[in-house]
């Protein structure tokens, strides 16, 4: 592969925020350019990456694409390149930012320019998480997000925008300093922080307890889980639905992703260790925070709860360490990805019109707005996880690996799934049945042209890779594997070796 | 004789130092022209010690005075931050009325004694140089004499620098009654580890070393110093006097006491835990943008000199890389400062930023490029620097430092996010004046330029930096 094709997708959004930053957004006409502008980019990136997808051969373990480059003499190579773990989320990105971009026609009333130089940036920031096959790339790309976020968060939310802003930003950045020592660490013991390179050196065991941990710390709160996962409600419901739906669809995936990359992939030991921890704060996320979720009066807040609920499933499935698991959470998290955009969304369409994300302010919508009642229907039962949906993929394939590694674990977890469903079915009866009791609502408009497209766009993979999960399982189950695999050869080796 | 053609830099500042002050004498009105030669002398030094090779490694005048790689990098460091305060400053002394002839001589006077300290290989140059610069810099801090505050801050500067000159002096004679010489090279061939009243000189020698860049505990000064004196004083304060001071520490530890590291190790790493805990905490009440970026500054210096407490060159380099980068943020920063403006007054407060993003979208900007990249968010230039200091100091397994300072730029990101915020997220005020000269539109946007687009192509400062060898 001669043409950059991995650079030039982290870099295409970069160059077009660039573009953006010398426009000028005094008239009407010249806002619809500047979104035009950003959606041409986007696309084009979607497309890009769409292509990449079919030229990634499916059958290789090896990292495809690869880029190295000199950066930091003798230190850091920037080097970037996918697997096909990577590649799904590379999609995942690429195809959810477009969506934000046509949906800010209503959700985004003032500084539209400065709102898409943000997210375009924020793009470029999340593709390079993906790709990138350096523990110190990975840290720029990982925690220059949270920049944009936080002004995303700040300047477009709501009333308790800057303390949720800051909540999400020192919160994130504490858990990731620590990250950074232990990248630091990792380069003095092992002389490189290549990625490729640390899954055959291995990582001395001695030293993997604590550069778990301190990983861990990192991901756990950008996952977010329990007990860490308070900055995401807030940040949730202040963000406006743009930010929302990035927040829940891509940023949050980072760490599921890091999980897999670099928890598992580099210390096999200590997550050897750590699995019962991880079991343990999993499941509490998955009962504890359904059942906040149950008693949320707040619709951004519940979707925010099942949110962290979810990612509790997708940590428990990482760390069984099954083939079932691994799949399944990846594409739980693709699934979720989909759903909770969408979701959010969903309540974005209500706040837009009445400005209220208060359940009981609605009732009855069924009668006045059938299209969205219907679609609400859909990504509802999509993230219960009934059969037909991603969800139900998801959620399936990571029961079975954590079946297959403890009866009791999965049990508990099972029952998270019939909570997901009472809270989920709950607000739906309290929202779109009943009686109509506002009178405001009797004037609501049914979803409008780009909203219904928007929706459209995340509800057909939902389905479709519901019943026909195989394109994601294909391009996913090669590299799951390897990752398997090296993970019990380190872990049968370095056990042998240390006693 | 043929030796002099090493010191034809600071030669060359002497003499022009005495025609500009005989021209000024002479000449009346002649501020802006003195202010003008006074830019050319400093560029004209600036091509003299790129005249001579870097790689030389000269001890000249009985070995008394140093001529390396270091040297000559510091003395473009403190050049280039002359260059910068005199060319943004003329604007701001004219609107107080105190653009005076006085004003870049002083200047020039305190340049040529950073550049003798930076070159001292010997306690009693070192400290020639040290008073020369600080004599300068007292009077430089009073120099809008008017204003109370600045009269305030020129007072407290010299009451308590002379005290630290005096603690200063103490330590050397210590060291002198102890080894009975006062060249570094030669202490170093005589110390071994049983003299305590040695260890005493090195306490009392970095006390008043931490003084001048404003460690905690020597810190005290500062902020009343930053805030009183006149702005563009207050920004070679932030600069100058630090790159000197950093570099004789540098010389001091790594030169004479390399060998008794045990004996002063710790006392840097006090220093530097102190300076990076106390500058972040301090700085969140305040409401000044001078006060703050005073305790911001005395944060930044915690961390270059967690770098020196290895006692490795990495070490060196990584605070000297540091450095470099803190001045282009600074020169950044400033640049702001100056523009804050309105009805020919400056405005200093935090709450005058107040919705800055929607009046001055661009100054708003580069303020936050600059102010992330102060509080060492990746991708910015700020990130790298501490990067390399925590790499130089997990080297030597000093874990709860490197701890300790990463927390500490967690709770320093909160008080540059509340610039951030107020900035960003309040609602906006009157505009400011938009009459900026060429000088400060350039340099603010060189600078945010450089730590934005650091990330692209770090090697080069790296390696440039990696040159430095002082054992």
Request: hydrophobic share 55%; proline share 3%.
């Amino acid at each position: 592969m001669d043409f950059p094709i991995l650079s030039s997708l982290i870099l295409l959004p970069s160059v077009g925020a660039l573009f953006l930053l010398f426009a000028n957004e005094s008239t009407t006409t010249n806002r619809q350019t500047i979104k035009y502008v950003a959606l041409f980019v986007t696309f084009l990136n979607f497309f890009i990456s769409i292509y990449l997808w079919y030229l990634f051969d499916n059958s290789i373990f090896d990292f495809q694409f690869v880029e190295e480059k000199m950066w930091l003499k003798g230190f850091v190579n920037y080097k970037v390149g996918i697997d096909g773990i990577s590649i799904l989320f590379v999609v995942l990105t690429t195809f959810i930012t477009p969506l934000c971009i046509i949906s800010v026609n209503n959700s985004i009333k003032y500084r539209l320019k400065d709102f898409l130089i943000a997210i375009l940036i924020l793009e470029s920031l999340m593709i390079g998480v993906f790709c990138s096959l350096d523990l110190v790339i990975f840290y720029l790309f990982f925690e220059g997000g949270l920049i944009p976020m936080f002004l995303i968060i700040g300047i477009w939310g709501g009333d308790k925008r800057v303390y949720s802003a800051f909540k999400f930003f020192l919160y994130t950045l504490l858990g990731s300093v620590l990250m950074l020592i232990a990248i630091i660490v990792i380069y003095i013991t092992s002389g490189t922080t290549d990625i490729v390179k640390l899954y055959e050196v291995g990582i001395d065991p001695n030293f993997q307890n604590l550069l778990w941990l301190a990983f861990f710390s990192s991901f756990a709160v950008k996952t977010p889980m329990w007990p860490v996962h308070t900055w995401l409600p807030d940040a949730h419901v202040e963000a406006p639905t743009p930010g929302s739906v990035i927040l829940a669809a891509i940023l949050l995936k980072m760490a599921g992703y890091g999980f897999l990359r670099f928890s598992i992939g580099l210390f096999p030991f200590a997550s050897e260790f750590f699995t019962p921890l991880i079991y343990f704060l999993s499941l509490i996320a998955i009962i504890y925070t359904s059942l906040v979720a149950l008693m949320q009066e707040d619709m951004k807040k519940l979707i925010a709860y099942s949110s962290v609920a979810h990612m509790g499933f997708v940590t428990l499935g990482i760390f069984t360490l099954k083939q079932q698991g691994l799949e399944g959470s990846i594409i739980q998290m693709i699934s979720h990805g989909l759903v909770s955009a969408a979701l959010f969304l969903l309540v974005g369409v209500l706040y837009d019109r009445i400005h209220s994300r208060l359940i009981k302010t609605y009732g009855g919508l069924v009668s006045v707005m059938p299209k969205y009642s219907i679609l609400l229907m859909l990504f509802t039962l999509a993230a219960i996880g009934l059969p037909g949906t991603s969800g139900f993929i998801g959620e399936f394939l990571i029961l079975m690996g954590a079946f297959q590694d403890s009866f009791l674990v999965a049990t508990i977890a099972s029952l998270g799934v019939i909570l997901g469903a009472s809270y989920m079915l709950w607000l739906y009866r309290r929202v779109v049945f009943g009686k109509l009791i506002n009178n405001e609502l009797l004037k609501i408009t049914d979803l409008n042209k780009s909203e219904l497209f928007i929706l459209s766009c995340l509800a057909l993979p939902t389905i479709f890779f519901g019943f026909y999960p195989e394109p994601l399982l294909n391009t996913i189950a090669v590299s799951v594997s390897s990752l398997i695999e090296m993970y019990n050869y380190n872990l049968t080796i370095l056990g042998n070796n240390s006693g | 004789m043929d030796k002099l053609n090493f010191i034809y830099p600071e030669i060359f500042i002497s003499l022009s130092i005495m025609f500009l002050l005989i021209l000024g004498v002479f000449k009346k009105n002649s501020s802006n022209l003195i202010n003008n030669l006074s830019i050319l002398t400093l560029i004209g030094t600036l091509v003299l010690i790129f005249n001579h090779p870097f790689n030389t490694n000269l001890n000249i005048f009985n070995g008394s005075y140093k001529i390396d790689f270091i040297s000559s990098y510091m003395k473009i460091l403190t050049i280039l931050s002359g260059i910068f305060v005199l060319i943004t400053s003329s604007k701001f002394l004219k609107i107080f009325k105190i653009f005076q002839i006085e004003y870049s001589i002083l200047i020039l006077c305190s340049i040529l004694g950073m550049f003798v300290m930076i070159s001292s290989n010997d306690l009693i140059v070192f400290y020639i140089g040290l008073e020369l610069q600080s004599l300068s810099l007292y009077v430089l801090a009073s120099f809008n004499r008017d204003n109370i505050k600045s009269s305030e801050a020129g007072l407290k500067y010299f009451v308590l620098s002379a005290l630290s000159s005096g603690l200063l002096l103490y330590g050397c004679s210590l060291i002198y009654g102890f080894t009975g010489t006062t060249n570094f090279n030669e202490i170093s061939n005589i110390i071994n580890n049983n003299q305590y009243g040695l260890t005493f000189g090195i306490v009392f020698i970095l006390a008043g070393l931490a003084f001048k860049i404003s460690a905690v505990p020597f810190h005290m000064w500062a902020p009343d110093v930053y805030e009183g004196s006149p702005t563009s004083v207050t920004l070679f304060f932030a600069v100058a006097p630090k790159i000197a001071a950093l570099t004789v520490f540098i010389r001091f530890l790594y030169v004479p006491f390399i060998n008794v590291i045990e004996q002063w190790q710790l006392i840097i790493v006090f220093l530097s835990i102190a300076s990076m805990v106390f500058g972040a905490i301090a700085a969140i009440g305040q409401k000044n943008l001078k006060r703050l970026i005073a305790y911001s500054s005395i944060g930044h210096m915690g961390y270059a000199l967690a770098g020196l407490c290895t006692g490795t060159i990495e070490g060196v380099q990584s605070s000297i890389l540091y450095i470099s980068i803190y001045l282009v943020m600074n020169f950044g920063f400033f640049s702001c400062l100056f523009m804050l403006k309105r009805n020919n007054k400056y405005h200093e407060d935090i709450d005058d930023l107040s919705g800055l993003s929607k009046n001055h979208p661009l100054i708003a900007l580069s303020l936050l490029i600059i102010l992330f990249s102060l509080a060492g968010i990746p991708p910015l230039a700020g990130f790298f620097a501490k990067f390399y200091i925590f790499k130089a100091v997990l080297e030597q397994s000093m874990y709860y430092l490197a701890i300790i300072g990463l927390l500490s730029t967690v709770i320093a990101a909160f008080y540059y996010l509340r610039v951030v915020k107020i900035m960003y997220f309040d609602s906006e005020k009157e505009k400011f004046d938009t009459d900026y000269t060429l000088g400060l539109k350039f340099t603010l946007s060189l600078s945010t330029i450089l730590i934005l687009f650091y990330f692209i192509y770090p090697s080069k400062l790296v390696e440039i930096v990696s040159k430095i060898n002082i054992i």
